[in-house]
């Protein structure tokens, strides 16, 4: 009997998994906290007309957007508790690292390409089940953001019109165009196969290897699926709220749901798209990881459930577009001045191409300029040199400079 109880003491208790359950779900309050949420409301509808209006007929808005790009994928980890430099990304970007790129990095660079994705594609695309289904790395065999695909209809009636033809005059010309006709169809599967391949390599889309995810690293209990159209339920919802405030309940329902597992900055990058899907960001893809970064640590994160949370991502509209409207007028400012230095220049000056490639980074290096600029890296120096740029590293590795 000693023995027994022995042995049933030494044996180590098994387990037991806890999963995490599906929230009951996210309640947008009703009637929501109008006293709460009025002032920083009007203060972020203000804030985005004022910036996008500001980029309607700005010269420098794909630079602005460039620029923006890089800036909030960084903060997205910065947001996280990662530090990721911002030279750093900029040389990842333009394939040129000094040193073997870190896994904050690589994150940081899947944020930056998602939000060029984003910001190229229409206004409803990320919002949309394609779009959603590619952004999470599970867009289907030739799905494109435009929604265009497959063969085109002019051709389709060019070889039916030339079949009839051909089929009016003998049976052989029929043999052939059926095989012209195969060997068409070939090829068009050879071409998806390659653009998928191209894409597969780029990172946009997943793998049949990455579904099969390791239990180590993902909770395979977790349902992304059902979580994720919960939040879509809850953007339903928001269709007769003001776009601010449709896109700050967007950012706390994901937050609160955790649709994703190892995602949380894609949340933001879809409440900035409910911007643009209601028409009140017609000109850029706002920063929500930027203007989180300037809400204290205390109010950035208030009890889950609390009635005020969405006026903190209002705050976060509010200021990251105080800050886009700053960055705008420092960066146009910047490029008078230096445009002077154009004046009298041969047609075939390099130099408006580099200022114009310049303000579309956030740091240049003398290897990226030559890339660019199709010229040799001395030449690139020269023509910093020529036109006044600001040195930002002040390394010794290597050199770089910027419009800051």
Not at 27 to 44: E, H, K, R, S, V
Not at 106 to 124: C, S
Not at 320 to 332: N, Q
Not at 381 to 400: I, K, N, P
Request: aromatic share 4%; with cysteine; proline share 6%.
């Amino acid at each position: 009997m000693t023995e027994a109880m022995f042995m049933i003491a030494s044996v180590a208790p098994i387990p037991v998994k806890v999963i995490k359950p599906l929230p009951s779900g996210y309640q947008i309050p009703d009637p929501l906290p109008w006293p709460q949420i009025a002032g920083p409301l009007a203060a972020a509808e203000d804030a985005l007309a004022r910036l996008d209006e500001r980029l309607a007929k700005s010269p420098i808005r794909d630079g602005w957007i460039a620029r923006t790009h890089f800036t909030d994928a960084c903060a997205s980890l910065w947001f996280e508790g990662e530090l990721v430099h911002l030279e750093d990304l900029v040389l990842h970007d333009a394939e040129m690292d000094v040193r073997a790129p870190t896994h904050e990095l690589t994150r940081a660079h899947a944020v930056l390409r998602a939000r060029r994705r984003i910001a190229n594609a229409k206004p409803g695309w990320a919002l949309s089940i394609a779009g959603l289904a590619g952004l999470r790395g599970r867009g289907g065999q030739g799905e494109l953001e435009d929604g265009s695909g497959g063969r085109n209809e002019e051709t389709d009636e060019e070889l039916d019109a030339n079949e009839a033809g051909d089929e009016a005059d003998s049976a052989e010309p029929l043999r052939l165009t059926v095989t012209d006709a195969r060997l068409a169809d070939a090829f068009a599967a050879v071409d998806a196969a390659i653009a998928k391949a191209d894409r597969t390599l780029a990172g946009e889309i997943a793998t049949s290897r990455s579904s099969e995810r390791d239990p180590l690293v993902y909770d395979l209990d977790w349902d992304e699926d059902e979580r994720l159209d919960a939040w879509r339920a809850v953007v339903d919802q928001t269709h007769t709220l003001p776009p601010a405030l449709a896109a700050a309940i967007a950012a706390d329902a994901w937050s609160a749901l955790e649709p994703l597992q190892h995602t949380p900055w894609l949340g933001r990058l879809l409440a900035a798209s409910v911007l643009r899907e209601r028409g009140k960001t017609r000109w850029h893809l706002s920063c929500f990881h930027d203007g989180l970064k300037a809400i204290p640590r205390e109010r950035r994160r208030p009890p889950r459930g609390s009635a005020g949370r969405p006026a903190i991502h209002l705050g976060a509209i509010t200021a990251a577009g105080a800050a886009g409207l700053k960055d705008h007028d420092r960066w146009l400012t910047a490029r008078t001045l230096l445009a002077r230095k154009l004046d009298g220049r041969r047609s075939t000056s390099r130099l408006p191409a580099l200022l114009d490639y310049v303000l579309t980074r956030p740091i240049v290096s003398a290897g990226m300029i030559a890339k660019e600029l199709r010229i040799t890296p001395r030449a690139a120096q020269d023509l910093v040199a020529e036109l006044g740029l600001r040195e930002a590293t002040g390394r010794g590795r290597y050199r770089a400079w910027g419009i800051l």
